[in-house]
Nanobody, 115 residues
Framework: QVQLVESGGGLVQAGGSLRLSCTASGIMFSSYHMGWYRQAPGKQRELVAT???????NYADSVKGRFAISRDNAKSTVYLHMNSLKPEDTAVYYC?????????WGQGTQVTVSA
């Protein structure tokens, strides 16, 4: 049974920081490409950042320079370090694991940034 469990969301003031964590079980974590997506109310889910099994990273333009994605294969955990948060970063953040035709999602964690 595959599980992706996110944690670290919460309420923060604009300009603040948060670190999201996603711990995976039931998959060979080191082989999977990992990502963070977010969905704001009334909007479609969008890519925030990905880190491939090779360690290569990719970011949405809206978060470049503010967010950093990292992974710890020994802990089967992917992180999203979020700095200089803005109210428009408010959303439910989802962890994603994908490899070829296999794709898994976490349950999501709420991030709310107050002005």
């Amino acid at each position: 049974q595959v599980q992706l469990v996110e944690s670290g969301g919460g309420l923060v003031q604009a300009g603040g920081s948060l670190r999201l964590s996603c711990t995976a079980s039931g998959i060979m974590f080191s082989s999977y490409h990992m990502g963070w997506y977010r969905q704001a109310p009334g909007k479609q889910r969008e890519l925030v950042a990905t880190v491939r099994s090779s360690g290569n990273t990719n970011y949405a333009d809206s978060v470049k320079g503010r967010f950093a994605i990292s992974r710890d294969n020994a802990k089967s955990t992917v992180y999203l370090h979020m700095n200089s948060l803005k109210p428009e970063d408010t959303a439910v953040y989802y962890c994603n694991a994908f490899l070829w035709a296999s794709e898994y999602w976490g349950q999501g964690t709420q991030v709310t940034v107050s002005a």
